[in-house]
């Protein structure tokens, strides 16, 4: 018995437990603890974010809801963050921050909220929340309208914005200068005002047609004159300092008749000129291509003809160091054809091609695409039961066709008269349409399309008389410009202008009857691209040397304060009906004399004459419609002025009619 409890307690036992779980079977566990415990925590920060989220967005609409309050009580927006809600500031919640954006330009804010790392934004223009913050130069982006010109007519028909983040646009005026119309040159900051303007040109008619920054920072402008050259008209080159001083000018032509059209700045600091000659070349006019050096020294010359007529009126440096013509050719398969021709570096044609129905379709404007390939612009008249529309063509790098499309309205007349590749890989292209009164008044239109050739939108300028887009540009803010002519604003008879559009087309304050959104039709062309074997020759040309007469135009100075502000009709005159003359007579009082006075009309253009003498002698004599011109008679002061309106006996009224509004006397 001893001996077995003793054996019990000196044998040791055997160790019989065995684990619940294994090694394996436990890993499992934590791996499924883990998932659980990241599904609780992405749960946990999911609500979070989505809780962070809400307040944001709450946050921004409270806010947005006391800002409209402020516009309501002060007509504007709050400048800043501080002066919201009615002097006490906008208050985000707990660890929120605001960031407060205002543009004084059209009267809008956008305001982001954000907190750990998230942020949500909201406009004045939609006022929902989005996620992100407000977009880079969302409030900085401008725009304006302005006009340009004098007592006659002026033409805006090019422009670029220049490296200082202003603008510039050339064309010709009537107003200034030494002959019966000169090239202008004007330059404004990036606020639209007026930094400086230069006339140049003879004593006949001198017009510009394109205008590119060069790489000094000058200028360079193209187009023709009949003061200088050989022939009838020359196509000149001329180069301006980075202030508008001319530099040197050279003529381009024969006996005949020759135009510059377009121009671009070479790889190797010269230019490439294109326009149409008729000097040159086969019978009629042909197209022409002149190289030249950075000092203006002409390198080669090349035409481009068939049979016909043929004008150049777009060129570009191509990619590969060649160049390209567009234009417009009556030696295609019907009537007038679309052309774009291919060039090598030393001016050797590659190829040809032509595009166009059964009517007369003219090619404006071109630009080469990022994808190497060409995008056409001008107006097509083959496309039946649609009148005369805009284009815009897309070819290869090759000339290959890869679509068309045409836009306007089922009848009329609508034209694209430049185009350009904008940032986001589609096209812009400016013009002119008459959508809103067919076979009446033109307004001018600026068209976007997406890369594929779809249309984004269509925005116009309309007014009581006619206005054309002429020139196109992008802004570097992502906004577009455009050059052109307008009869209904500006001064006196029609005047050129400049507009800046956001990038979505709009301008600050337009009123809906001057800034309109046009439906035209986005059609696809059936019309098929075809080669064509044209002629060339590599003409002598005589390029002269121009010593032009240069004039610095100085702006009108803003309207003075009146001496006398009319509050009756003393100086008013209503239409009186056809074929009258009626006039009325004021004279300042105390043998004082008249040194100015302020105008303004709306008669109709061209037929009805407002006119404003002085002593017997008249001072002012315009028709259409005007808006507070000031007329300075100092050299000449009077007594005595005299308004009289004259109507022809036509009985179409195109307005109110004409008044002195003030006059400035000693």
């Known amino acids: 018995m001893y001996d077995k409890i003793k054996n019990r307690i000196q044998e040791p036992t055997k160790n019989t437990y065995q684990p619940a779980f294994t090694i394996v079977e436990i890993l499992i566990v934590i791996v499924i603890i883990g998932i659980l415990a990241t599904i609780v925590i992405i749960f946990y920060i999911g609500t979070h974010e989505k809780a962070i989220d809400g307040s944001l967005q709450a946050d921004l609409k409270n806010s947005s809801t006391l800002l409209e ?169 001329t180069k301006y300092t980075a202030d508008g001083v001319v530099s040197w000018s050279k003529t381009w032509g024969g006996a005949n008749d020759d135009k510059g059209g377009k121009l671009a700045q070479t790889s190797d600091g010269g230019y490439i000129m294109a326009g149409s000659t008729n000097s040159y070349g086969g019978s009629g006019y042909s197209a022409f291509l002149a190289k030249y050096t950075s000092g203006g020294n002409l390198t080669w010359s090349k035409t481009w003809s068939g049979t016909g007529w043929d004008f150049a009126s777009a060129v570009v440096q191509t990619s590969d160091g060649g160049y390209a013509i567009a234009g417009t050719t009556d030696n295609g398969s019907n009537n007038d054809d679309v052309f774009l021709a291919k060039y090598t570096s030393d001016g050797t044609l590659s190829w040809s091609r032509t595009w166009g129905g059964n009517g007369y379709d003219n090619g404006i404007s071109m630009v ?78 600026i068209v976007k399309y997406t890369p594929d050739g779809n249309l984004s939108w269509a925005k116009a300028i309309s007014g009581f008389n006619p206005e054309n887009g002429n020139g196109a540009a992008q802004a570097s803010d992502g906004g577009y410009l455009l050059a052109g002519i307008t009869a209904s604003y500006g001064g006196v008879d029609q005047s050129a202008f400049l507009a800046k559009f956001t990038a979505d087309g709009s301008i600050a304050d337009c009123n809906v009857a001057m800034c309109k959104n046009p439906t035209g039709d986005n059609i696809n062309l059936a019309f098929s691209a075809n080669g064509m074997t044209a002629a060339t020759t590599s003409p002598a040309i005589t390029s002269t040397a121009i010593n032009a007469n240069e004039t610095a135009i100085y702006p009108q100075a803003p309207v003075p304060a009146m001496t006398t502000v009319f509050s009756g009709q003393e100086l008013y005159i209503a239409y009186p009906g056809t074929n009258q003359k009626v006039c009325k007579q004021w004279t300042a009082s105390g043998g004082k004399t008249i040194k100015g006075f302020v105008v303004s009309q709306e008669t109709e253009q061209d037929f009805d004459y407002f006119e404003v003498s002085f002593d017997g002698i008249i001072r002012y004599n315009q028709s259409g419609f005007i808006t507070d011109y000031y007329v300075d008679i100092s050299n000449t002061p009077a007594s005595t002025i005299k308004t009289c309106l004259t109507t022809d006996e036509f009985e179409s009224q195109g307005g109110y009619g004409g008044q002195v509004t003030g006059v400035i006397y000693n």
């Open 69 to 237: 309050l402020d516009k309501t009580n002060n007509d504007l927006y709050p400048s800043t963050i501080e002066n919201a809600n009615n002097g006490k500031g906008l208050k985000p919640s707990n660890g929120a921050v605001f960031d407060y954006s205002y543009n004084d330009e059209d009267n809008s804010y956008c305001l982001t909220a954000s907190k750990e790392g998230r942020s949500f934004y909201i406009e004045s223009a939609e006022r929902v929340p989005k996620k992100g913050s407000c977009p880079v130069g969302n409030v900085a982006v401008g725009s304006f309208f302005k006009t340009w010109g004098g007592n006659s007519y002026s033409y805006g028909n090019s422009t670029i914005q220049t490296i200082d983040g202003g603008y510039a646009m050339t064309g010709d005026t009537y107003s200034y200068g030494t002959g019966l119309s000169d090239v202008f040159l004007a330059k404004f900051k990036a606020d639209g005002s007026e930094e400086w303007s230069k006339a140049w040109g003879g004593i006949d008619e001198d017009r510009s047609k394109a205008i590119i920054q060069t790489s000094d920072g000058g200028y360079a402008v193209a187009g023709e004159t009949a003061s200088y050259g050989t022939g009838q008209t020359d196509a000149f080159l």
């Open 368 to 445: 080469q695409s990022s994808d190497g390939g060409y995008a056409v612009t001008g107006e097509v008249d083959s496309n039946e039961d649609y009148g005369q529309d805009m284009f815009i063509l897309k070819f290869t790098t090759d000339g290959t066709l890869s679509w068309s499309r045409a836009w306007g309205g089922l009848s009329g007349f609508d034209r694209g008269n430049s185009i350009i590749q904008a940032s986001d890989g589609g096209y812009v292209i400016a013009g002119t349409t008459d959508i809103f009164s067919p076979g009446a008044n033109d307004d001018a239109v």
